[in-house]
C-alpha cells in the first residue's frame, strides 16, 4: 500500500486539551443588582452544561449594575467591563493548580 495512504489524515488533537464553557457579559445582565455570581449558579441557569466544568466570562455584550463573579478565567475585556460597572471579578481554582487561585500563581512566578 502506498505511504500517502497509510498515513493518518487530518490534524492533531491534544490529549490535555483544555475546554472551557464560555459565558458572554450579555447573559449576566439579566441578574439582579449586586448578585454572586458563580458556575453553580450559571448551569443553575441553563448559561451553561456543567456547574463542575472550568468556566470562561467573554466581554460580549454590556453589564449595566455592579456583579459579583467567580470563573476559572475571564477575558481582559470581561474584567474591565465587570469592574467599570462596580463589580468583581475572582478567579477560581483550576483542577490541578497548586495555588488557590490562577492570579496568585502569576505572582509568584514573577517574583522569583
Known amino acids: 500500500m502506498p505511504l ?3 498515513i493518518p489524515k487530518g490534524g492533531f488533537t491534544p490529549l490535555r486539551r483544555t475546554r ?3 459565558v458572554n457579559l ?5 441578574v439582579e443588582k449586586g448578585a454572586d ?3 453553580k449558579d450559571f448551569a443553575e441557569k441553563g448559561w451553561i ?3 463542575e466544568g472550568l468556566v470562561k466570562i467573554l466581554g460580549d455584550g454590556d453589564l449595566p449594575h455592579a456583579v459579583k463573579v ?5 477575558s481582559k475585556n470581561a474584567i474591565e467591563k465587570i469592574e467599570k460597572a462596580g463589580g468583581a471579578a ?3 481554582a483550576t483542577p490541578g493548580s497548586s495555588h488557590l487561585d490562577s492570579g496568585e500563581a502569576k ?3 514573577s517574583e522569583k
Open 20 to 22: 472551557y464553557q464560555v
Open 49 to 51: 452544561r456543567d456547574a
Open 37 to 39: 455570581l458563580s458556575p
Open 26 to 30: 450579555a447573559s449576566l445582565a439579566s
Open 4 to 6: 500517502v495512504r497509510r
Open 90 to 92: 475572582k478567579i477560581l
Open 70 to 74: 467567580s470563573a476559572h478565567k475571564f
Open 107 to 109: 505572582a509568584a512566578g
